[in-house]
């Protein structure tokens, strides 16, 4: 059984800098590609991130290029997202995704190609 865990949300202030994390387990992280997705408050949940299966590539939504990095470590089986920049928009409960294949970049920000998800980590930017 595939179970994804995140960690790291927390309340932080404008501009400072978090990093989520996403555990995974009965399967590896290589073997998969990996999503990182956002839901605001009363909001549609939305792509933020993916790294592919296998050699790993990043693809970013445009509203985070720039400030949001994710990478992979194979030897702790997680998948990272680093926030940089935070800002009161980026409040949301951040969920990580995953699916044993690989993807085509097209389709990486829709939701039902992935198969496991975690149940989410909240982030909270305010002063």
Known sequence: Q???????????????SLRLSCAASGLHVTMMTMAWFR?????????????TYGTPTTYYADSVKGRFTTSRDS???????????LKPDDTAVYYCAGVPSG????????????????QGTQVTVSS
């Open 2 to 16: 595939v179970q994804l865990a995140e960690s790291g949300g927390g309340l932080v202030q404008p501009g400072d």
């Open 39 to 51: 839901q605001g408050s009363g909001e549609e949940r939305e792509f933020v991130s993916s790294v």
């Open 75 to 85: 030897a702790k089986n997680t998948v990272y997202l680093q926030i940089d920049s």
């Open 103 to 118: 993807i085509p970049p097209e389709n990486m920000r829709l939701e039902p190609v992935y198969r496991y998800w975690g």
